[in-house]
């Protein structure tokens, strides 16, 4: 069997497609699998890293509003979908699965001309314009979102294997020897998703001082490309500040909070963990990363609060009271354990084997 997987341009994208692929792969290790993806995206960087073919095609960016872009776009459309096309019938494809993201409009047109099954997973709960378009092209399709907004079955976020087998509470010392913290501080995990975010590390860095002297000590991942105004002196506790992260899943078992972004792929491996969270919504988009967040808050397992009134002030009144208080955090985390789903992967690959045969 041929898997043709389209989803690209950021990780909330490309990881639920790289944790299907790998749960493909787990069920019938003799599963061909091909990613498709754009050059502009990081998928370029994170499929080959995970050992998989991927296939570049044009993007091709589906303007939301009437603007010249629009009367380009149905010649570059054409030229994106043959090009999808051409793969499909290389790789003798079985069945495309995408996952959103500038590919996958292309993807889902190519597969419908090739007649091939289509299945469609967003993350979301307000699907983008891409997945509009390929739910109307199919009938499976697929919801990581309960209650979404979105004709589509709930079946939870793909995760990576590290991320939902990890055991918090047993990697907690081992992780912050890692990173070279100490293991008996409160710990606050600072990150802005696969990008990251300037608000958020703004912030952080300015409220180091006030951490420190409060006993807290901070594993800070800055984004690729974000440079720091002002790294935090050597000290202690330490202010751990770092471009990358690869692996994430210690980063979480490090923390014992987390103040980040509220991305589907965040919330659903924050919760498959257990890491309550301070989530400052992107104050962009169509709203969805705070509908994320109050999901979370409402369960218990998290705060969330604007980007606009991020302060390090806001940091010390509203971070800060949770890391000096250990049963809170319990409870906290506890909360956010219910809500998270740690067998997506493995259920949307059975749903794929069942379509495509």
């Not at 003798?92 to 959103?100: E, P, S």
């Not at 800070?220 to 994430?248: C, F, I, K, T």
Request: hydrophobic letters at 45%; aromatic letters at 4%; glycine letters at 10%.
């Amino acid at each position: 069997m041929r898997v043709v997987l389209a989803g690209g341009g950021t990780a909330g994208h490309i990881e639920p497609a790289l944790a299907l692929a790998d749960a493909l792969r787990h069920l019938d290790p003799s599963i061909g699998i091909t990613c498709v993806g754009t050059e502009r995206g990081l998928e370029t960087g994170l499929v080959p890293a995970r050992g998989y073919d991927l296939e570049l095609v044009p993007a091709v960016p589906l303007p939301r509003a009437l603007t010249p872009q629009l009367l380009t776009m149905p010649g570059r459309l054409a030229v994106a979908v043959n090009a999808v096309a051409a793969v499909l019938d290389r790789v003798r494809a079985d069945v495309l699965v995408g996952f959103g993201g500038y590919v996958a409009t292309p993807a889902y047109l190519a597969a419908k001309r090739r007649g091939l099954p289509i299945v469609v997973h967003e993350a979301n709960p307000r699907p983008g314009l891409a997945n509009r378009l390929g739910a109307k092209l199919t009938d499976h399709v697929f919801a990581g979102f309960p209650d979404a907004a979105f004709r589509g079955d709930y079946i939870g976020t793909p995760l990576r294997r590290e991320i939902v087998t990890l055991d918090r509470l047993s990697t907690g010392d081992k992780a912050r020897s890692w990173f070279g913290l100490e293991n008996d501080r409160p710990t606050l995990l600072v990150f802005g998703g696969s990008r990251g975010a300037r608000s958020i590390n703004q912030a952080a860095l300015a409220a180091a001082p006030a951490l420190r002297a409060a006993g807290v000590q901070v594993l800070h991942v800055l984004g690729p490309g974000n440079s720091a105004e002002r790294e935090p002196p050597p000290g202690d506790p330490q202010y751990v500040l770092l471009p990358y992260v690869d692996r994430m899943d210690l980063a979480y078992a490090a923390a014992d909070l987390a103040l980040c972004r509220s991305g589907a792929l965040t919330c659903a491996e924050m919760t498959a963990v257990g890491l309550p969270g301070a989530y400052v919504p992107l104050p962009h988009g169509n709203g969805e990363q705070r509908i994320n967040a109050e999901r979370i808050v409402a369960g218990g397992g998290g705060l969330v609060g604007d980007d606009a009134e991020l302060s390090p002030d806001w940091i010390i009144r509203n971070v800060l009271p949770i890391l000096r208080d250990p049963e809170r955090v319990a409870v906290m985390s506890e909360a956010a354990s219910r809500l998270g789903r740690k067998d997506a992967d493995i259920m949307l690959a059975r749903k794929v084997l069942e379509i495509a045969r």
